[in-house]
């Protein structure tokens, strides 16, 4: 257990530096929205969701209502249902109170190393050991984002606004594997874009990522029926 978790750790922190920087970007805009620290930090510890978290910052300040703030976040988190899917055969056996606790400090990234390394000799503890990594940098990002806030006005400034998509062009360098895993990336992201235009609704998340799932099983199928 302690070996796989470290080995989790350790294998996530490269990409925990681009996830630092997305965080202390977070911690400006709360700091420059009027967003307490102490809401900062629940918000870290009970969403642990960056780009909801994003969202939600903005709405606080727009003054939205609790539940449309909700529901939103619901809505944009919907994916990991689907991330959740993936990491079946690593929950086999687990308690509910050990599936809750270790999904909770599930990211995008850690799941993305964990995919990665599926095939060696893994546990849900690697797993878990990249979601602290990842939290443990997030959390150190938005406290130094937020603390720095008044000295750094604009994230754009220092190129600071480029660690998200290096986060995830990371992600997509690691899941790469064929030319099939491009055409999946690349109708994706179409999708998204479209849908994002269309409906203006958080929503295109789960359905874009419903969709590139369908088309990426199948390519699955399809490499299968040609062997």
């Known amino acids: 257990m302690k070996n796989n978790m470290k080995n989790g750790f350790l294998s996530n922190l490269p990409i925990s530096l681009s996830v630092f920087s997305y965080g202390a970007i977070l911690g400006i805009t709360c700091n420059t929205k009027s967003i307490d620290y102490l809401e900062l930090m629940l918000m870290n510890i009970f969403i642990f969701a960056g780009s909801s978290q994003f969202v939600i910052a903005d709405m606080i300040s727009s003054s939205f209502g609790i539940a449309t703030i909700i529901g939103t976040a619901v809505l944009i988190n919907l994916r990991y249902f689907l991330i959740g899917t993936t990491l079946n055969t690593l929950f086999f056996n687990r308690t509910l109170k050990e599936k809750l606790l270790i999904m909770h400090f599930v990211t995008d990234e850690s799941w993305a190393i964990t995919m990665k390394n599926r095939e060696k000799d893994i546990d849900v503890y690697f797993l878990l050991g990249g979601g602290l990594c990842i939290f443990s940098s997030?959390?150190?990002?938005?406290?130094?984002?937020?603390?720095?806030?008044?000295?750094?006005?604009?994230?754009?400034?220092?190129?600071?606004?480029?660690?998200?998509?290096?986060?995830?062009?990371?992600?997509?360098?690691?899941?790469?594997?064929?030319?099939?895993?491009?055409?999946?990336?690349?109708?994706?992201?179409?999708?998204?874009?479209?849908?994002?235009?269309?409906?203006?609704?958080?929503?295109?998340?789960?359905?874009?990522?419903?969709?590139?799932?369908?088309?990426?099983?199948?390519?699955?199928?399809?490499?299968?029926?040609?062997?």
């Open 138 to 227: 997030w959390l150190l990002g938005t406290s130094i984002g937020y603390f720095s806030g008044q000295f750094i006005l604009d994230p754009q400034k220092y190129g600071l606004d480029f660690a998200f998509y290096a986060v995830f062009i990371a992600i997509l360098t690691t899941m790469y594997k064929s030319k099939n895993d491009f055409y999946t990336f690349l109708i994706t992201a179409i999708i998204a874009i479209s849908l994002d235009y269309l409906l203006n609704n958080p929503v295109y998340i789960l359905i874009s990522a419903v969709l590139g799932s369908l088309l990426s099983l199948l390519f699955v199928k399809k490499k299968e029926s040609n062997e």
